[in-house]
Protein backbone atom coordinates (compact mmCIF):
# COMPACT_ATOMS: atom_id res chain seq x y z
CA UNK A 1 0.00 0.00 0.00
CA UNK A 2 1.01 3.31 -0.94
CA UNK A 3 2.37 5.55 2.22
CA UNK A 4 -0.26 8.51 2.60
CA UNK A 5 1.45 9.85 5.65
CA UNK A 6 3.75 11.98 4.20
CA UNK A 7 4.35 15.61 4.33
CA UNK A 8 7.50 17.92 3.14
CA UNK A 9 7.52 21.35 4.65
CA UNK A 10 10.36 24.11 4.33
CA UNK A 11 11.52 26.61 7.46
CA UNK A 12 14.29 27.78 9.79
CA UNK A 13 15.52 26.12 12.96
CA UNK A 14 14.51 27.48 15.94
CA UNK A 15 16.88 25.65 18.11
CA UNK A 16 19.91 23.23 17.63
CA UNK A 17 19.13 19.90 17.04
CA UNK A 18 19.69 17.87 20.34
CA UNK A 19 21.33 14.56 20.08
CA UNK A 20 20.42 11.71 22.79
CA UNK A 21 20.95 8.30 22.48
CA UNK A 22 18.18 5.31 23.70
CA UNK A 23 19.17 2.97 25.96
CA UNK A 24 19.80 0.44 23.36
CA UNK A 25 22.16 3.07 22.02
CA UNK A 26 19.92 4.20 19.14
CA UNK A 27 20.83 7.92 18.14
CA UNK A 28 17.90 10.15 18.18
CA UNK A 29 17.53 14.12 17.37
CA UNK A 30 15.24 16.82 17.93
CA UNK A 31 14.64 20.26 17.01
CA UNK A 32 12.15 22.79 16.14
CA UNK A 33 11.50 24.23 12.82
CA UNK A 34 9.22 27.72 11.88
CA UNK A 35 7.11 27.59 8.68
CA UNK A 36 5.94 31.35 7.28
CA UNK A 37 2.96 31.33 5.43
CA UNK A 38 2.16 35.22 3.71
CA UNK A 39 -1.38 35.69 1.82
CA UNK A 40 -3.49 39.25 0.93
CA UNK A 41 -6.62 39.20 3.34
CA UNK A 42 -10.17 40.94 1.60
CA UNK A 43 -8.96 44.22 2.40
CA UNK A 44 -5.85 43.77 0.53
CA UNK A 45 -3.38 43.42 3.98
CA UNK A 46 -0.73 41.42 3.94
CA UNK A 47 -1.20 39.08 6.53
CA UNK A 48 1.47 36.75 7.90
CA UNK A 49 1.32 33.22 10.13
CA UNK A 50 4.09 31.09 11.29
CA UNK A 51 3.85 27.98 12.52
CA UNK A 52 5.99 25.64 15.12
CA UNK A 53 6.98 21.79 14.53
CA UNK A 54 8.94 19.75 16.42
CA UNK A 55 11.07 17.22 14.16
CA UNK A 56 12.74 13.93 15.23
CA UNK A 57 15.07 12.08 13.65
CA UNK A 58 17.05 8.42 14.31
CA UNK A 59 20.08 6.83 13.59
CA UNK A 60 22.48 8.54 10.78
CA UNK A 61 20.26 11.02 9.92
CA UNK A 62 19.93 12.17 13.68
CA UNK A 63 23.97 12.23 13.90
CA UNK A 64 24.03 14.04 10.25
CA UNK A 65 21.43 16.82 11.65
CA UNK A 66 23.19 17.45 15.31
CA UNK A 67 26.45 17.96 13.55
CA UNK A 68 25.55 20.05 10.24
CA UNK A 69 22.25 21.92 11.49
CA UNK A 70 21.88 25.11 13.58
CA UNK A 71 19.33 27.40 15.06
CA UNK A 72 18.13 29.94 12.08
CA UNK A 73 19.57 27.57 9.24
CA UNK A 74 16.78 27.00 6.24
CA UNK A 75 16.47 23.64 5.37
CA UNK A 76 13.67 21.05 3.92
CA UNK A 77 12.07 18.48 5.87
CA UNK A 78 10.63 15.31 4.33
CA UNK A 79 9.02 12.83 7.11
CA UNK A 80 5.28 11.43 8.36
CA UNK A 81 3.45 13.19 10.97
CA UNK A 82 3.42 11.22 14.18
CA UNK A 83 0.78 11.69 16.68
CA UNK A 84 1.32 10.36 20.79
CA UNK A 85 -1.36 10.90 23.56
CA UNK A 86 -0.76 10.43 27.41
CA UNK A 87 -2.08 10.93 30.61
CA UNK A 88 -0.36 13.24 32.84
CA UNK A 89 0.29 12.86 36.83
CA UNK A 90 -2.95 15.54 36.96
CA UNK A 91 -5.30 12.76 35.09
CA UNK A 92 -5.52 14.89 32.49
CA UNK A 93 -5.31 13.72 28.61
CA UNK A 94 -2.08 15.34 26.45
CA UNK A 95 -1.64 14.96 23.36
CA UNK A 96 1.63 16.08 20.67
CA UNK A 97 2.31 15.88 17.18
CA UNK A 98 5.61 15.79 15.71
CA UNK A 99 7.23 15.17 12.24
CA UNK A 100 9.41 12.03 11.91
CA UNK A 101 11.53 13.12 9.34
CA UNK A 102 13.39 10.65 6.90
CA UNK A 103 15.19 12.97 4.72
CA UNK A 104 16.24 16.57 5.44
CA UNK A 105 18.43 19.01 3.37
CA UNK A 106 19.62 22.89 2.50
CA UNK A 107 17.63 25.17 1.22
CA UNK A 108 20.09 26.07 -1.61
CA UNK A 109 18.08 28.91 -3.15
CA UNK A 110 19.44 30.97 -0.15
CA UNK A 111 22.73 29.03 0.63
CA UNK A 112 25.24 26.90 -0.60
CA UNK A 113 26.15 23.40 1.33
CA UNK A 114 29.40 21.11 0.65
CA UNK A 115 28.38 17.79 0.90
CA UNK A 116 30.49 15.02 2.82
CA UNK A 117 29.21 11.43 2.49
CA UNK A 118 29.66 9.09 5.39
CA UNK A 119 30.61 6.10 4.21
CA UNK A 120 29.33 2.78 6.46
CA UNK A 121 31.66 0.40 7.98
CA UNK A 122 31.22 -2.56 5.26
CA UNK A 123 32.50 -0.31 2.59
CA UNK A 124 36.10 0.13 4.13
CA UNK A 125 36.15 -3.22 5.20
CA UNK A 126 35.36 -2.60 8.66
CA UNK A 127 37.18 0.74 9.28
CA UNK A 128 35.39 3.86 9.49
CA UNK A 129 36.53 7.54 10.98
CA UNK A 130 33.91 10.05 12.50
CA UNK A 131 31.03 11.04 11.03
CA UNK A 132 31.71 13.83 8.47
CA UNK A 133 35.44 12.45 7.72
CA UNK A 134 36.64 12.46 4.03
CA UNK A 135 37.66 9.16 2.57
CA UNK A 136 39.85 8.51 -0.33
CA UNK A 137 38.26 5.97 -2.61
CA UNK A 138 39.14 5.31 -6.01
CA UNK A 139 36.94 6.11 -8.75
CA UNK A 140 36.93 2.61 -9.15
CA UNK A 141 35.99 1.89 -5.73
CA UNK A 142 32.66 3.81 -6.03
CA UNK A 143 29.99 1.67 -6.92
CA UNK A 144 27.88 4.61 -9.12
Do not use: H
Not at 120 to 139: M, R, S, T
Amino acid sequence: MARVNNLTIVGNLTRDPELRFTPAGNPVASFGIAVNRSWQNSSGEWVEETNFFDVTTWRSLAENCAESLSKGDRGIVSGRLNWRSWENRAGQQRRKEDIVADAIGPRLEFATAKITKNVKGEALGGKIGPVGENVNLADEDIPF
